[in-house]
């Protein structure tokens, strides 16, 4: 609903998505208020290019624009659920479908890691492990700071000072319980930290080929490509997969 939509955009960072989509709208020569024709066309031009869910997020951020400039919303017109159709029909039966990384799939990664250098390898085993059992983000993953980080006998605590999910900013708490066997999360990320000697600053960061460990935190784009090298060793197959796997 309406409603539902503006109650969205108390959020910060979807205020900024929508400024940003309007904005994208405007510069391919739309206006608020626009005309049925000028969303039509934007969305024929824009179809064959984007996701599907891209584009209906675009639309909902140029009819949140109208309602709060107090015009009426043209996204609504059935010309537009009529192109929408149809880029659904074509674009969207053909989007690729991630896989998800389940726990056999986890253990094939945690391996082809292993046989690398140790330090690679060490980062890498604590960025796969530490995301999957806490069902982190990337972008959440390369926030994380060893601040973040609180040892307790039964597992380990991470606090997440932000998130998508947390849109007051206070910041919440995951808790990663000690798993049986070697092939554990917390054990992961404490050898990570032997290994490193790291104990402020970012948690994931970049391994050289020397093996020599960056300053900066890894990028999203950095964790996506870690994850798509190691599925490729394991011999599936990385279209399938994503960071978000």
């Known amino acids: 609903s309406e409603d539902d939509y503006l109650e969205a955009t108390r959020a910060p960072s979807t205020r900024r998505e929508y400024a940003n989509d309007v904005r994208l709208f405007i510069d391919a020569g739309?206006?608020?208020?626009?005309?049925?024709?000028?969303?039509?066309?934007?969305?024929?031009?824009?179809?064959?290019?984007?996701?599907?869910?891209?584009?209906?997020?675009?639309?909902?951020?140029?009819?949140?624009?109208?309602?709060?400039?107090?015009?009426?919303?043209?996204?609504?017109?059935?010309?537009?659920?009529?192109?929408?159709?149809?880029?659904?029909?074509?674009?969207?039966?053909?989007?690729?479908?991630?896989?998800?990384?389940?726990?056999?799939?986890?253990?094939?990664?945690?391996?082809?890691?292993?046989?690398?250098?140790?330090?690679?390898?060490?980062?890498?085993?604590?960025?796969?492990?530490t995301g999957w059992a806490g069902a982190f983000r990337r972008r959440e993953l390369v926030g994380l700071t060893w601040d973040c980080v609180t040892w307790l006998e039964s597992g380990m605590e991470i606090l997440l000072r932000s998130s998508k999910v947390d849109q007051v900013g206070a910041g919440f708490v995951k808790f990663i319980p000690n798993a049986y066997g070697d092939r554990c999360p917390v054990k992961a990320l404490k050898y990570w930290q032997e290994i490193s000697g790291l104990t402020s600053g970012?948690?994931?960061?970049?391994?050289?080929?020397?093996?020599?460990?960056?300053?900066?935190?890894?990028?999203?784009?950095?964790?996506?490509?870690?994850?798509?090298?190691?599925?490729?060793?394991?011999?599936?197959?990385?279209?399938?997969?994503?960071?978000?796997?």
């Not at 784009?221 to 796997?245: C, M, T, W, Y």
């Open 30 to 129: 739309g206006s608020i208020p626009a005309t049925v024709d000028q969303i039509v066309d934007y969305v024929t031009a824009i179809g064959s290019r984007l996701a599907v869910a891209t584009i209906e997020r675009r639309l909902v951020s140029i009819h949140v624009g109208h309602l709060d400039q107090g015009y009426p919303s043209p996204v609504s017109d059935t010309r537009v659920k009529q192109v929408m159709k149809g880029v659904r029909r074509s674009v969207g039966t053909a989007q690729r479908r991630v896989s998800a990384i389940e726990k056999d799939i986890l253990l094939d990664l945690w391996s082809a890691a292993a046989k690398r250098k140790p330090v690679w390898a060490a980062r890498t085993i604590a960025l796969l492990s």
């Open 202 to 245: 970012p948690i994931f960061r970049s391994v050289g080929q020397n093996e020599s460990i960056g300053d900066h935190a890894l990028s999203t784009h950095s964790v996506a490509n870690i994850i798509k090298q190691l599925i490729e060793v394991s011999g599936r197959d990385p279209a399938l997969f994503s960071g978000h796997s």
